[in-house]
Structures are given as C-alpha cells and as structure tokens.
C-alpha cells in the first residue's frame, strides 16, 4: 500500500510495483485515509509519505504501529536529511527511501521489507547522521559497544544492514535462521538498541558498510 499527499507519486509508484509479477499494490491513499484503508485491506507492507499536509507521516506511523497486526512501514521522503527520519525510526518505521530511487530497484526494496528486512537509502542515513551530530549516542560509547560484539555479529550486523533477513543471512554465511535470530538478539542487546534499524544505522555511522574505516576485531570469535 501506498500512502502520499500526491496523486501523481501514489500513481506512479502502483503503476511502478504493479509491473512485477509477486507484488499486489491493494490500495494506494493520501494520508487521511491511510489507517482505516489498513483496517481494510490488510497490506504486509506500507510505504508512507513522511511529510503529508492533511496528517503528516509520523502521526500515522504511530496510528498504525498500535494495530493488532501492524503492517511494516518504510519512510517516503524527498530529503536527503529530513528531520523526521530518526523519530520515525524510533517510533517503529523499518526503514526509509527516497522517491527518486530507481524504479528498478523498487520491487526489491518492497520484498527486502516483506520478509522482514531492513531498508535504508545509504545516500539518506549518511546525511541523516551529518545533519544531526547530537542525535546518536556519543562516538566513544558507540565504539564501545561495537567493541563487544563477536567477528560473527560483526558479520551479521553488516549483513542487516544491507537488509537482509534472517533466513538470507543464514543462507549466505551457511547458519541456521535460529542461531541468526540469536546472534541477532545479541546484537541488539550489546548495542542496547530496540530494532534492526537502528543497529543498521549505527553500522552506517560507525562506517561498517564501506562509507569509513571497519572497525577492528572484537571480543571472541
């Protein structure tokens, strides 16, 4: 489901993800109507408009994070730097893109989202982290925390990052989902971060995915 203030982008994102063969688009909507059209179409992913006139994105977020069965939301923004992206992550978004990315890469963004991977525009979250130098815990403390982690989570962290999910990590470095899912939640505990999302953004700032210098290796193997 698509939701956006604007006819054109709702538009041009359906015509966009209709074209590929696994993708339903079941509903597309301004921000007004987007909680109730949840209700009653039951999307598995919803990309929202962060910045609506009617009700702006994070309202809605909020909205529909409370329902019994939450959809996954990923963030629309036109900026690089929106100021809203980081309270949308903290408020459950799994993730964010710009409306300009290429509509050949859509399709795949919407399916890394649908099994529960993490999304993120790396050209956003860079500027995201420029533009707000308070936001993130102190860097000594971060490099800390990173410190603690295995070369392993290390692995899995990056591998998050890149928005995979756990049966695609287990699949790549040849582990069971479950032993995944617990090196996940090892993460997130050392981290002492509550999603995927924000240990992806910390791996970007730290400069894990190639942006920086890797961090050396940790404690154990």
């Keep these: 489901m698509v939701v956006d203030d604007e006819a054109l982008v709702r ?8 074209a590929a063969d696994d993708i339903e688009v079941v509903a597309t909507t301004a921000g007004a109507e987007a909680v109730d059209t949840v209700r009653r179409k039951s999307p598995d992913v919803v990309l929202l408009d962060i910045r609506m006139p009617d009700v702006d994105g994070l309202t809605v977020l909020r ?3 409370v329902l019994p069965q939450p959809p996954v939301v990923a963030m629309l923004t036109t900026f690089d730097a929106d100021e809203y992206i980081l309270s949308a992550l903290r408020s459950g978004a799994a993730g964010f893109l710009l409306k300009d ?6 399709a795949q963004l ?5 099994v529960g991977g993490v999304v993120m525009s ?12 308070g936001v993130a815990t102190a860097d000594a403390i971060e490099a800390r925390r990173l ?6 989570e290390c692995e899995v962290l990056v591998l998050i990052a890149e928005g ?3 049966a695609d990590i287990g699949t790549r470095i040849h582990l069971s989902a479950g032993t995944v899912k617990d090196h996940v939640s090892a993460i997130l505990t050392k981290l002492r ?7 992806a953004l910390l791996a970007q700032r730290a400069g894990l995915l190639g942006d920086g210098p890797r961090r050396s290796s940790g404690s154990g193997q």
């Design 147 to 152: 410190g603690m982690l295995t070369e392993r």
């Design 193 to 199: 971060v509550s999603s995927r999302v924000q240990a």
């Design 164 to 166: 995979l999910s756990n």
């Design 110 to 114: 919407v399916r890394t989202l649908a």
């Design 122 to 133: 790396p050209k956003a979250s860079r500027a995201v982290w420029q533009s707000h130098p």
């Design 11 to 18: 538009s041009g994102f359906e015509l966009i993800l209709s």
């Design 63 to 65: 909205r529909l994070r």
């Design 101 to 106: 990315t290429e509509p050949d890469q859509l």
